[in-house]
Each structure stands twice: as structure tokens, then as C-alpha cells.
């Protein structure tokens, strides 16, 4: 079982940055797909991103996709999500998840339902 803990979320304001962590136990985490995906109030959960099991393949979601980067260390069984640029329209919960996959699949990353573990998010704020 592989508990995940998510943290970093705060509020900034429009123009900011803010850099999420997410921490893995009780697992082999590079053995795992990460995503990152957000739930804006009255919103469905979207994805935003992935990375591979080495780091070296990401995928990004249109609209972040030049303004969020992430990366990971598998020696420190954490994967990050660093935000620049911030606009009130990225304000939500941000949950990252995990998901064993046997190849590289971008298009798959971004379904939420083949992710097997989840934290439990933390909030961002971003104020106009």
C-alpha cells in the first residue's frame, strides 16, 4: 500500500510561484507513474501533468503546460510540481497519484481512473 502526502499549496498572488511536493511510503516508488491533477471549487478533477518512472518523459496538460515543470527524486521518494506564472484560474485542490504502468503511455497518464493511490491534496490559492 503506498500512502502518498502532498504539500506546498498556500495562496499567492496572480503572477506567483509555488512549489508542491509529494512524498511516497510503502512502496517502491520508482516503480510508479506520477500525476498531478487539481479540483477547482464546483469543478471536475483535471489533470495536470506527469512524469515518468525516471523522470526523463513528462506530459502536460495545454494550459500549464509552459508555465508548471515537473520533476522528481527517487532517492528522496518525492515528486514535485513547481508553478510559475500563476493566474486565479489555477486555484484548487491539487492531489498527486500514482499508477503502475508497464510502458511509457502519456494519453493514459491523463485518465484519473488508472491511478491506484492518492494524497489527500493541498490547497492553492491565487488571488487576482
Known amino acids: 500500500q503506498v500512502q502518498l502526502v502532498e504539500s506546498g499549496g498556500g495562496s499567492v498572488q496572480t503572477g506567483g510561484s509555488l512549489r508542491l511536493s509529494c512524498v511516497a511510503s510503502g512502496g517502491d516508488f520508482w516503480k510508479y507513474v506520477m500525476g498531478w491533477f487539481r479540483q477547482a471549487p464546483g469543478k471536475e478533477r483535471e489533470f495536470v501533468g506527469s512524469?515518468?518512472?525516471?523522470?526523463?518523459?513528462?506530459y502536460y496538460e495545454e494550459s500549464v503546460k509552459d508555465r508548471f515543470t515537473i520533476s522528481r527524486d527517487n532517492a528522496k521518494n518525492t515528486v514535485y510540481l513547481q508553478m510559475n506564472s500563476l493566474t486565479p484560474d489555477d486555484t484548487a485542490v491539487y492531489y498527486c497519484?500514482?499508477?503502475?504502468?508497464?510502458?511509457?503511455?502519456?494519453?493514459?497518464?491523463?485518465?484519473?481512473?488508472?491511478?491506484?493511490?492518492w494524497g489527500q491534496g493541498t490547497p492553492v490559492t491565487v488571488s487576482s
Open positions: 497519484a500514482a499508477d503502475v504502468q508497464t510502458n511509457w503511455r502519456p494519453l493514459r497518464t491523463k485518465i484519473a481512473d488508472t491511478y491506484e493511490y
Open positions: 512524469i515518468s518512472w525516471s523522470g526523463g518523459d513528462t
